[in-house]
């Protein structure tokens, strides 16, 4: 059984920065397109950023592009995301996910991933 497992969340001042990791177990990051959600309170999933399966192409939502890297370890088979600048509207629910068959048009919808972690929470505060 396939098995992610998010961490690095926590509570951390608004300006500051959170580096949070995704670590898989049971399957190989290597042949999975792969990705970061959050869900704030009271909203829907939403994508942050993830990795094309091939080519090794990253991809950012606008809400978070010039404040969040995202880079992935297939050795280790971890990925992170590196968020700097935090602000109280970042405050939600990180989950990581992968797919093994996820095209470009579909990389940034939750239903496009089969596997998921229980996810972390990271609370920007004032």
């Known amino acids: 059984q396939v098995h992610l497992a998010e961490s690095g969340g926590g509570l951390v001042q608004a300006g500051g920065s959170r580096r949070l990791s995704c670590s898989a177990s049971?399957?190989?990051?290597?042949?999975?397109?792969m990705a970061w959600f959050r869900q704030p309170p009271g909203k829907e999933r939403e994508f942050v950023a993830g990795f094309s399966r091939t080519g090794g192409y990253k991809y950012y939502a606008d809400s978070v592009k010039g404040r969040c890297t995202i880079s992935r370890d297939n050795t280790k088979d971890t990925m992170f995301q590196q968020r700097n600048d935090l602000k109280q509207e970042n405050t939600a629910v990180y989950y990581c996910?992968?797919?093994?068959?996820?095209?470009?048009?579909?990389?940034?919808?939750?239903?496009?991933?089969?596997?998921w972690g229980r996810g972390t929470q990271v609370t920007v505060s004032t």
């Open positions: 996910a992968f797919d093994r068959d996820v095209i470009t048009s579909c990389l940034r919808l939750p239903k496009s991933y089969d596997y």
């Open positions: 049971g399957r190989s990051f290597a042949a999975y397109a």
